[in-house]
């Protein structure tokens, strides 16, 4: 039979993949080998696998991460699943390359400024806004500003104009919210960087633009001021840096569920929690699990029941997955899971650049039940 097979040395050889590296992606059932000598555990693969082995050599040339890799190779021919698979890969790393663009960009401003500190002036931008839309993605963030008093950085919401969107901010390290705000056009110069309104005044400017029509924002030069009716509100924002949220915004997800939301806050709410000292700073807290059922479906099992075969489940932090569920009040959510230690996306159906993440909680039955 082994006249019929590749030994591993072989299929090494021939793909560029070191035998470690072939050992390696048995282990973690992405490329079993056809045939394992009882006596001797040597592997030996079939002649079919030599094509599956060199697709994956060059799916980890561009950086596939290992759920993605076996996907492509675990997908049924003609169901189109490989290709979304490095579609979406792909299209992660033109996000990257852009952010790198944007950094580079920044880069170049500061080393002028710091070349030639007498000419060098902050820029400051000017904005007409549309207030109920402003309200809504304040709104749609402010559930997760951090409260924290030793990150100063993240006591805000982040203000960033991308094209012609501003874009809102806020983290606390467990959990994300973003949504976007259309701008008529985009604007022709932008601040060096994001602005980082302070929480008091971000709760401030939602006041403001309660019954408004439009705003005018001023961002820059080292505070921030909002116009409306007749009105304004105007303070001083940090001169510090926000950390870069774009990479944890770039999920692969296994499963896409719509699913209403009272529907959903209903099965959180009566729903079996399990108490684990997973809360920020060390704090217990009751924790969620969410399970697509090998049939499409979401369910809420109980946090320490273990999982059925075929499904695909997530841990979070029970009273943030609410909040996260009144943020913006939807009536319609879109649930991604990628499994146990990949984070949580909540969207809204028709809003893109609005969405929040929930960090995992890592329930040691469910990590196991993958690897």
């Given at each position: 039979?082994?006249?019929?097979?590749?030994?591993?040395?072989?299929?090494?050889?021939?793909?560029?993949?070191?035998?470690?590296?072939?050992?390696?992606?048995?282990?973690?059932?992405?490329?079993?080998?056809?045939?394992?000598?009882?006596?001797?555990?040597?592997?030996?693969?079939?002649?079919?696998?030599?094509?599956?082995?060199?697709?994956?050599?060059?799916?980890?040339?561009?950086?596939?991460?290992?759920?993605?890799?076996?996907?492509?190779?675990?997908?049924?021919?003609?169901?189109?699943?490989?290709?979304?698979?490095?579609?979406a890969h792909l299209r992660r790393l033109e996000d990257g390359l852009a952010d790198a663009r944007r950094e580079l960009s920044l880069i170049r401003t500061l080393i002028d400024q710091r070349e030639n500190p007498m000419?060098?002036?902050?820029?400051?931008?000017?904005?007409?806004?549309?207030?109920?839309?402003?309200?809504?993605?304040?709104?749609?963030?402010?559930?997760?500003?951090?409260?924290?008093?030793?990150?100063?950085?993240?006591?805000?919401?982040?203000?960033?104009?991308?094209?012609?969107?501003?874009?809102?901010?806020?983290?606390?390290?467990?959990?994300?919210?973003?949504?976007?705000?259309?701008?008529?056009?985009?604007?022709?110069?932008?601040?060096?960087?994001?602005?980082?309104?302070?929480?008091?005044?971000?709760?401030?400017?939602?006041?403001?633009?309660?019954?408004?029509?439009?705003?005018?924002?001023?961002?820059?030069?080292?505070?921030?001021?909002?116009?409306?009716?007749?009105?304004?509100?105007?303070?001083?924002?940090?001169?510090?840096?926000?950390?870069?949220?774009?990479?944890?915004?770039?999920?692969?997800?296994?499963?896409?569920?719509?699913?209403?939301?009272?529907?959903?806050?209903?099965?959180?709410?009566?729903?079996?929690?399990?108490?684990?000292?997973?809360?920020?700073?060390?704090?217990?807290?009751?924790?969620?699990?969410?399970?697509?059922?090998?049939?499409?479906?979401?369910?809420?099992?109980?946090?320490?029941?273990?999982?059925?075969?075929?499904?695909?489940?997530?841990?979070?932090?029970?009273?943030?997955?609410?909040?996260?569920?009144?943020?913006?009040?939807?009536?319609?959510?879109?649930?991604?899971?990628?499994?146990?230690?990949?984070?949580?996306?909540?969207?809204?159906?028709?809003?893109?650049?609005?969405?929040?993440?929930?960090?995992?909680?890592?329930?040691?039955?469910?990590?196991?039940?993958?690897?």
């Open positions: 039979m082994e006249s019929d097979l590749h030994s591993i040395g072989e299929l090494a050889r021939a793909t560029g993949l070191g035998v470690g590296t072939l050992r390696y992606y048995d282990g973690a059932d992405v490329l079993a080998p056809a045939h394992v000598d009882p006596q001797t555990g040597y592997r030996w693969y079939g002649p079919r696998q030599l094509a599956d082995a060199r697709l994956l050599a060059r799916l980890r040339r561009v950086g596939l991460p290992l759920a993605g890799i076996r996907a492509v190779l675990g997908a049924a021919p003609g169901s189109g699943a490989a290709h979304r698979v490095v579609d000419t060098a002036a902050p820029a400051e931008l000017r904005l007409t806004v549309p207030a109920p839309a402003l309200a809504a993605a304040l709104d749609a963030v402010r559930f997760a500003v951090c409260a924290d008093p030793e990150l100063p950085v993240l006591a805000g919401v982040l203000f960033e104009v991308d094209g012609a969107a501003l874009r809102l901010v806020a983290t606390d390290r467990y959990r994300m919210a973003l949504a976007e705000v259309p701008l008529p056009a985009a604007p022709d110069t932008v601040p060096q960087a994001g602005t980082i309104v302070p929480t008091a005044l971000a709760d401030a400017l939602r006041a403001l633009l309660t019954g408004a029509a439009e705003a005018e924002l001023t961002l820059g030069s080292g505070l921030v001021r909002a116009e409306t009716g007749g009105h304004r509100i105007e303070g001083a924002v940090p001169d510090l840096d926000y950390p870069d949220y774009r990479a944890l915004t770039r999920l692969d997800p296994l499963h896409r569920v719509d699913v209403p939301a009272a529907d959903l806050r209903g099965a959180v709410e009566s729903g079996v929690t399990r108490t684990l000292p997973s809360g920020p700073n060390g704090a217990d807290c009751a924790v969620t699990v969410l399970a697509v059922t090998p049939d499409g479906r979401l369910a809420v099992p109980p946090a320490d029941a273990a999982p059925t075969p075929g499904e695909v489940r997530v841990a979070v932090n029970r009273n943030f997955l609410l909040e996260a569920l009144d943020a913006g009040r939807p009536d319609q959510l879109v649930l991604e899971l990628g499994g146990p230690i990949a984070p949580l996306a909540i969207r809204t159906p028709g809003r893109d650049g609005t969405f929040s993440m929930l960090m995992p909680i890592r329930v040691p039955e469910l990590v196991r039940s993958t690897e």
